[in-house]
């Protein structure tokens, strides 16, 4: 009878700890203290699937760094944290490797891999927080590039089909910030990313910044490594220290809008920072639109935007997810009922 007692405690204990509330504060790069019901490591495909196959129902988000992710509130559901990791070369041919990483690896260690090995085409993209499995579903981008020019594959796990599949890069495939897995929240656990990169170095220097740097540098002599040291200088130098200053990048888009509507803009506010893009649109600096509010370096509470830069928003101590949306939310009007141009959010909000 004792052992019985004992057993259902055992077996009690265990359901309890299974089901214990888990703190995300470490999860998120806001550093927003929220709880979830559950919380799943997955190291393996197969802890997915087991997941699928236990919970068909279930509430779940999938987790990287948590740097793109505001939490609002409390997860109802299981947090789904990536822990798939591994670098590998799978070829080289014609002077170029074809290198597959694990989407649960931090981006900017594979970024610094690749230098140190030679491998050329994602140093304009060092040192952004998160992993390769964020990296991809958002397309990042900075300082030229984004990260689908590099992209060969993506091996998926179907959450809806319950299978794998790998999809080949189209031009389809990727937008500014967007992907098809992104279009498709909910449905594809990114798994494994095949980048095509180079043996052969060629410099990016579209940015300013980076023109500036190299401005009085022969273009051939320039290097992979002189590149990504760049970047990961002027980054530190211009972007928030997330120990101190916990946030998430840019929270909002940079607006695309048409020529007709920017000359409208133009007539309310002739000072507006916008660039011409490829496909024929305009593209308006969201951080000036910001700061044209009245919002630079503005605070209310613990939430505020950062000094050097209006599109990034901070917790300044220990904020909740819900201020931090309350005061993106004042902005947006706060924009619109100026410009007339609505925001949209590049962090998502759960
Ligand atoms: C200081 C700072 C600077 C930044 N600078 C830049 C920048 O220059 N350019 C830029 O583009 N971004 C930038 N970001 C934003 C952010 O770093 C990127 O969006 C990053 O790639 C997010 O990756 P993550 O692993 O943290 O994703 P998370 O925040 O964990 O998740 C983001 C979204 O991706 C989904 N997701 C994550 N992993 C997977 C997966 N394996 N399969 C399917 N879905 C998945 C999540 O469900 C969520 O919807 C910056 C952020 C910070 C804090």
């Given at each position: 009878?004792?052992?019985?007692?004992?057993?259902?405690?055992?077996?009690?204990?265990?359901?309890?700890?299974?089901?214990?509330?888990?703190s995300?504060?470490?999860?998120?790069?806001?550093?927003?203290?929220?709880?979830?019901?559950?919380?799943?490591?997955?190291?393996?495909?197969?802890?997915?699937?087991?997941?699928?196959?236990?919970?068909?129902?279930?509430?779940f988000?999938i987790?990287?760094g948590g740097?793109?992710?505001?939490?609002s509130?409390?997860?109802?559901?299981?947090?789904?944290?990536?822990?798939?990791?591994?670098?590998k070369?799978?070829?080289?041919?014609?002077?170029?490797?074809?290198?597959?990483?694990?989407?649960?690896?931090?981006?900017?260690?594979?970024?610094?891999?690749?230098?140190?090995?030679?491998?050329?085409?994602?140093e304009?993209?060092?040192?952004?927080?998160?992993?390769?499995?964020?990296?991809v579903?958002?397309?990042?981008?900075?300082?030229?590039?984004?990260?689908?020019?590099?992209?060969?594959?993506?091996?998926v796990?179907d959450?809806?089909?319950?299978?794998?599949?790998?999809?080949?890069?189209?031009?389809?495939?990727?937008s500014?910030?967007?992907?098809?897995?992104?279009?498709?929240?909910?449905?594809?656990?990114?798994?494994?990313?095949?980048?095509k990169?180079?043996e052969?170095?060629?410099?990016?220097?579209?940015?300013?910044?980076?023109?500036?740097v190299?401005?009085?540098?022969?273009?051939?002599?320039?290097?992979?490594?002189?590149?990504?040291?760049?970047?990961?200088?002027?980054?530190k130098?211009?972007?928030p220290?997330?120990q101190?200053f916990?946030?998430?990048?840019?929270?909002?888009k940079?607006?695309?809008?048409s020529?007709?509507?920017s000359?409208?803009?133009?007539?309310?506010?002739p000072?507006?920072?916008?660039?011409?893009?490829?496909?024929?649109?305009?593209k308006?600096?969201?951080?000036?639109?910001?700061?044209s509010?009245?919002?630079?370096?503005?605070?209310?509470?613990?939430?505020?935007?950062?000094?050097?830069?209006?599109?990034?928003?901070i917790?300044?101590?220990?904020?909740?997810?819900?201020?931090?949306?309350?005061?993106?939310?004042?902005?947006k009007?706060?924009?619109?009922?100026?410009?007339?141009?609505?925001?949209?959010?590049?962090?998502f909000?759960?």
């Amino acid at each position: 009878m004792e052992k019985e007692i004992w057993l259902k405690l055992k077996i009690w204990k265990k359901s309890k700890k299974m089901n214990k509330k888990k703190s995300l504060k470490n999860f998120n790069t806001f550093r927003v203290d929220v709880f979830c019901d559950n919380f799943l490591e997955i190291k393996r495909e197969q802890d997915l699937i087991s997941f699928f196959e236990k919970n068909k129902r279930r509430n779940f988000l999938i987790l990287g760094g948590g740097s793109n992710i505001l939490f609002s509130k409390n997860f109802k559901g299981t947090i789904l944290k990536n822990k798939l990791k591994g670098i590998k070369i799978l070829k080289k041919e014609n002077g170029n490797i074809f290198l597959e990483a694990g989407s649960g690896e931090n981006w900017h260690n594979l970024v610094y891999f690749c230098m140190r090995k030679n491998f050329w085409g994602l140093e304009n993209l060092a040192l952004i927080p998160g992993e390769v499995g964020g990296a991809v579903f958002g397309n990042i981008g900075a300082y030229g590039l984004e990260i689908k020019d590099k992209i060969f594959s993506v091996e998926v796990y179907d959450m809806e089909k319950k299978k794998t599949k790998v999809y080949k890069n189209t031009k389809k495939f990727f937008s500014y910030r967007n992907s098809y897995f992104k279009k498709n929240r909910g449905r594809f656990f990114i798994l494994k990313v095949v980048f095509k990169l180079s043996e052969k170095f060629e410099p990016i220097l579209r940015y300013k910044d980076l023109k500036e740097v190299f401005k009085n540098k022969n273009k051939e002599k320039i290097t992979g490594k002189n590149i990504f040291e760049a970047v990961v200088k002027i980054r530190k130098k211009k972007l928030p220290d997330l120990q101190k200053f916990p946030n998430n990048g840019s929270f909002f888009k940079n607006p695309e809008i048409s020529k007709k509507i920017s000359s409208e803009i133009l007539k309310i506010d002739p000072e507006v920072k916008f660039w011409e893009q490829e496909n024929g649109k305009i593209k308006i600096s969201a951080g000036y639109l910001i700061e044209s509010i009245g919002f630079k370096r503005k605070k209310i509470g613990n939430v505020g935007t950062y000094q050097k830069h209006a599109l990034v928003l901070i917790n300044f101590g220990e904020a909740k997810g819900s201020k931090i949306k309350k005061f993106s939310e004042k902005i947006k009007r706060e924009v619109f009922k100026k410009y007339g141009i609505l925001l949209e959010e590049e962090v998502f909000i759960v």
